[in-house]
């Protein structure tokens, strides 16, 4: 998961740091620690959303799938604009 959210935004960040020349970074660095810490933050909650979905009793793979399907598709729908 790091690859896909820290790692990748602090790489765009750099790459942005390039491109506007010297001074940027450093004006700039609370944006890169908000971004390390907030995909810290998204991966636990995501880490602990899957043990708790595969840690439910039995085998069932359905009731898994629903779970998973509620946690991720349904509750992005109360998040939504409206």
Do not use: D
Request: some cysteine.
């Amino acid at each position: 998961m790091s690859l896909m959210t820290w790692v990748a935004g602090l790489l765009l960040f750099c790459l942005e740091g390039y491109l506007e020349g010297s001074g940027w970074m450093a004006q700039h660095l609370p944006i890169a620690a908000g971004l390390f810490l907030g995909a810290w933050i998204w991966i636990l909650v995501l880490s602990l959303l899957a043990l708790g979905a595969f840690g439910m009793g039995g085998n069932g793979s359905l009731q898994r799938a629903l779970w998973c399907y509620g946690v991720f598709f349904v509750a992005s729908g109360f998040g939504g604009r409206h």
